[in-house]
């Protein structure tokens, strides 16, 4: 995609470098441009000997001020030709090139990037709508490319306002105290299925919870609520999650269950290592890449069971149902 024009202000500092004998990159990165982009204003308007900021600035308005008919407006008959070779999946480039040659039978001079702009305009530069879809490439519509020192846009988070995971207490780390969990969604194919696991960190015991329908913001929190009402309300002390949209009611979890929710920060897995961990364990009960809704609360049971009373290396081969069932005991 073109860079934004070059500004008079920007022309008056290229004007003051080249006086100061820099070199074109040190220029651009005075402004925050590619080299490049400063190679060709110089070179356009008579090298480093001759070029002027207002000059510059001059040539720039006339040019930016023309009224040019784009050129496959302006020849239909070489628009449709274009059409038909996009339409049988050849890339601009190659178009361009022959084009140049005449290998169809039509000779013009055309380059790539006027028929990319062609099939972005979406039917304003005299291509019809809807011709990016036979491009190659995998994203197929352009997006604007960041400037050079330009900050990156900050995203608004789904979650809205949330406690991250270096702001939970020091002993949620520590594995010795039950009731500071990790939760996650395990997804079925298409991502049109998922079962809610909660492990508990310091015993490693599980609770899974189903989706009746979909696996969005409510149904999430009605789903957690669900394995929370199962804990004792002592030993519900922080909740962990990753920070998908699916915790957007995260608040109301903590305010209904009286349970502090942290977030790891994102791309960051290893920050909860016993949820991630556990994961591996029960997908070798409901598989990965299929349908998860076919597991009932029952099956869902088993699988608990299961995985709970299996002897853990982590815990000196003892089992999770026994250390947690023990901390329950002591909680009275």
């Given at each position: 995609?073109?860079?934004?024009?070059?500004t008079?202000?920007?022309?008056?500092?290229?004007?003051?470098?080249?006086c100061?004998?820099?070199?074109?990159?040190?220029?651009?990165?005075?402004?925050?441009?590619?080299?490049?982009?400063?190679?060709?204003?110089?070179?356009?308007?008579?090298?480093?000997?001759?070029?002027?900021?207002?000059?510059?600035?001059?040539?720039?308005?006339?040019?930016?001020?023309r009224?040019?008919?784009?050129?496959?407006?302006?020849?239909?008959?070489?628009?449709?030709?274009?059409?038909?070779?996009?339409?049988a999946?050849?890339?601009?480039?190659?178009?361009?090139?022959?084009?140049?040659?005449?290998?169809?039978?039509?000779?013009?001079?055309?380059?790539?990037?006027?028929?990319?702009?062609?099939?972005?305009?979406?039917?304003?530069?005299?291509?019809?709508?809807?011709?990016?879809?036979?491009?190659?490439?995998?994203?197929?519509?352009?997006?604007?490319?960041?400037?050079?020192?330009?900050?990156?846009?900050a995203?608004?988070?789904?979650?809205?306002?949330?406690?991250?995971?270096?702001?939970?207490?020091?002993?949620?780390?520590?594995?010795?105290?039950?009731?500071?969990?990790?939760?996650?969604?395990?997804?079925?194919?298409?991502?049109?299925?998922?079962?809610?696991?909660?492990?508990?960190?310091?015993?490693?015991?599980?609770?899974?919870?189903?989706?009746?329908?979909?696996?969005?913001?409510?149904?999430?929190?009605?789903?957690?609520?669900?394995?929370?009402?199962?804990?004792?309300?002592?030993?519900?002390?922080?909740?962990?999650?990753?920070?998908?949209?699916?915790?957007?009611?995260?608040?109301?979890?903590?305010?209904?269950?009286?349970?502090?929710?942290?977030?790891?920060?994102?791309?960051?897995?290893?920050?909860?290592p016993?949820?991630?961990?556990?994961?591996?364990?029960?997908?070798?009960?409901?598989?990965?890449?299929?349908?998860?809704?076919?597991?009932?609360?029952?099956?869902?049971?088993?699988?608990?069971?299961?995985?709970?009373?299996?002897?853990?290396?982590?815990?000196?081969?003892?089992t999770?149902?026994?250390?947690?069932h023990?901390?329950?005991?002591?909680?009275?």
């Amino acid at each position: 995609m073109p860079a934004e024009p070059l500004t008079a202000p920007e022309r008056e500092e290229i004007r003051v470098g080249i006086c100061k004998g820099d070199k074109d990159a040190t220029i651009a990165r005075r402004l925050g441009r590619h080299r490049s982009t400063i190679g060709r204003e110089i070179t356009r308007n008579g090298g480093r000997h001759a070029y002027t900021a207002a000059s510059a600035q001059d040539r720039a308005d006339t040019q930016r001020a023309r009224v040019t008919t784009p050129k496959l407006v302006d020849d239909p008959a070489l628009a449709e030709h274009v059409t038909t070779r996009l339409e049988a999946k050849d890339s601009p480039m190659t178009i361009s090139i022959e084009l140049a040659r005449g290998v169809h039978g039509i000779t013009a001079a055309i380059s790539h990037e006027c028929i990319y702009q062609a099939v972005y305009s979406h039917g304003e530069r005299g291509l019809r709508r809807g011709l990016h879809t036979g491009l190659h490439r995998r994203h197929r519509c352009r997006k604007r490319r960041r400037r050079p020192g330009e900050p990156l846009a900050a995203k608004a988070s789904p979650l809205g306002e949330f406690n991250l995971i270096t702001t939970r207490p020091a002993i949620a780390a520590a594995r010795t105290e039950v009731g500071h969990l990790e939760g996650d969604l395990i997804c079925g194919s298409f991502n049109r299925s998922a079962i809610v696991t909660v492990f508990d960190r310091a015993s490693r015991h599980l609770w899974l919870a189903d989706f009746p329908d979909s696996h969005d913001a409510d149904e999430t929190l009605a789903a957690v609520g669900e394995i929370l009402e199962r804990i004792p309300e002592p030993l519900r002390r922080t909740l962990t999650w990753d920070q998908g949209s699916e915790m957007a009611r995260h608040a109301d979890l903590a305010k209904g269950w009286d349970i502090d929710v942290y977030f790891a920060e994102p791309h960051s897995p290893r920050q909860r290592p016993t949820n991630e961990n556990g994961n591996g364990l029960i997908r070798r009960y409901v598989g990965k890449g299929t349908n998860l809704a076919v597991h009932s609360p029952a099956d869902l049971r088993a699988i608990e069971h299961r995985i709970n009373t299996i002897p853990r290396r982590s815990l000196d081969w003892d089992t999770a149902h026994h250390r947690y069932h023990a901390a329950v005991a002591m909680t009275g």
